[in-house]
């Protein structure tokens, strides 16, 4: 109950990032820039156990962007150059330009070897198929249907590998659902497909959208778990989930990552304290709004910090 854990990603070091640039460059090698991503990723793992977190993520520092990473992966995926996702972040978008296929397991081998670094368990973490699709230009497939069932006929098989080389949480990140509230329906049909079968604990994170339109629907969902942002909304939208019941496991954002402000422990458990009385408390985990990537490494291990010493006091307070 309570469990602690984060979205995915974490803001990478200066050294990586230096790292990633001097390859761009052609300055140092492909296996000399998997060398300093895994000291970065060791070093995120090392703060989470030190923090107290509870399920861990790997903190992404071998990917760029959340779809073009999986995209230069596939076959049948090209990159186009800059395009603008928000504020002053850009991404190269990837482009669908024959059939999608999977020629290998893109995330275990990784997966496997963060794994081995902890005795804690780590989540495995993968790209929806309608989020893939939906920023993805595709000039190949009839339809956002075709394409969006392709994707998901490959996540389905990566998340089932990453089942088989022992993964007990698989999240699955959805976060374009929440911008085309119209195709929820499509959104439900792919995850059908991905999750069927699968015995491990399904998640997937949804952010930054008009949840009215979707709720109760999103319930529907085929996944154990909605992982959703609060607190950048200042809790406001709790009031939609009060009625019907919310009847799924739910990870609760209670960090705001979009602010450089730190929050204060009172803050944080006021807004768990506000969750609780609309979630059942035995299927809440507490989290951050989103991946951290946008934040310093210090403001990232300061907010996180905050959360696992708020949840641990109102584990107190509960008696738990």
């Not at 595709?138 to 392709?150: K, M, Q």
Request: net charge negative.
């Amino acid at each position: 109950m309570l469990e602690t854990t984060s979205v995915g990603s974490f803001p990478k070091p200066d050294y990586l990032v230096k790292a990633r640039r001097d390859r761009q460059q052609g300055k140092v090698s492909p296996d000399e820039l998997t060398t300093v991503e895994r000291r970065a990723t060791e070093e995120w793992i090392r703060i989470q156990e030190r923090i107290g977190i509870d399920i861990l993520v790997h903190g992404e520092m071998e990917r760029g962007d959340m779809t073009t990473f999986f995209a230069e992966l596939l076959d049948g995926y090209g990159i186009s150059g800059l395009v603008r996702s928000y504020g002053n972040r850009y991404y190269r978008k990837p482009i669908i330009q024959s059939t999608l296929s999977r020629p290998r397991p893109m995330t275990t081998d990784w997966h496997c070897w963060v794994q081995s670094l902890t005795t804690m368990p780590v989540k495995g973490m993968l790209t929806g198929p309608y989020t893939m699709c939906d920023w993805s230009f595709d000039e190949h497939y009839p339809s956002r249907r075709d394409a969006v069932l392709a994707l998901a006929e490959i996540v389905r098989d990566e998340a089932h590998d990453l089942e088989a080389a022992g993964a007990r949480y698989i999240q699955i990140d959805e976060p374009a659902i929440s911008t085309r509230p119209d195709e929820i329906e499509l959104a439900i049909e792919a995850m059908e497909v991905v999750t069927a079968g699968l015995k491990a604990t399904t998640i997937s994170h949804i952010c930054y959208g008009d949840f009215a339109m979707m709720y109760p629907r999103i319930l529907d969902l085929p996944v154990d778990m909605l992982d959703l942002e609060f607190a950048n909304s200042q809790f406001a939208n709790l009031d939609i989930f009060r009625k019907p019941k919310f009847t799924k496991r739910i990870s609760v954002g209670v960090i705001d990552v979009h602010s450089h402000v730190i929050e204060t422990k009172g803050q944080v458990k006021d807004g768990i304290r506000r969750a609780l009385d609309v979630f059942d408390p035995a299927l809440v985990w507490i989290d951050p709004d989103c991946g951290l990537k946008t934040r310093t490494p210090q403001e990232a291990i300061d907010k996180l910090t905050v959360m696992v010493e708020a949840v641990k006091e109102i584990k107190q307070e509960m008696g738990l």
